[in-house]
Nanobody
Framework: QVQLVESGGGSVQSGGSHQLSCAAS????????MAWFRQAPEKEREGVAY???????RYADSVKGRFAISRDNPRNTLYLQMNSLKPEDTAMYYCAARRCSWWARPDAVQYDYWGQGTQVTVSS
């Protein structure tokens, strides 16, 4: 059983930067695909950034060039660096994980472990 705990949410002004963290326990993170999803009020949950067990990264078009996902396997921690934030980035951000092979595309797997979420609010 994998437990995921996000941290780092908060309020930031438009154009600013912010970093989220996700601490994983109960498994070796390097064997898992991991991702960040977000959900804004009255909108569907969307995948934002993904990283495979090989280190392969994928991004939603809406954040490409602004967000960067990274993982620190020895620390079992996932990060999301968010730059040039926009009000439309306001959402609850969730960390997710799924055990996957090194060749798996991280944006094509069904994630089955989820954190409780952390709120990011971007003001204009």
């Amino acid at each position: 059983q994998v437990q995921l705990v996000e941290s780092g949410g908060g309020s930031v002004q438009s154009g600013g930067s912010h970093q989220l963290s996700c601490a994983a326990s109960g498994a070796t993170a390097s064997n898992y695909c991991m991702a960040w999803f977000r959900q804004a009020p009255e909108k569907e949950r969307e995948g934002v950034a993904y990283v495979g067990s090989s280190g392969d990264t994928r991004y939603a078009d809406s954040v490409k060039g602004r967000f960067a996902i990274s993982r620190d396997n020895p620390r079992n921690t996932l990060y999301l660096q968010m730059n040039s934030l926009k009000p439309e980035d306001t959402a609850m951000y969730y960390c997710a994980a799924r055990r996957c092979s090194w060749w798996a595309r991280p944006d094509a797997v069904q994630y089955d472990y989820w954190g409780q979420g952390t709120q990011v609010t971007v003001s204009s």
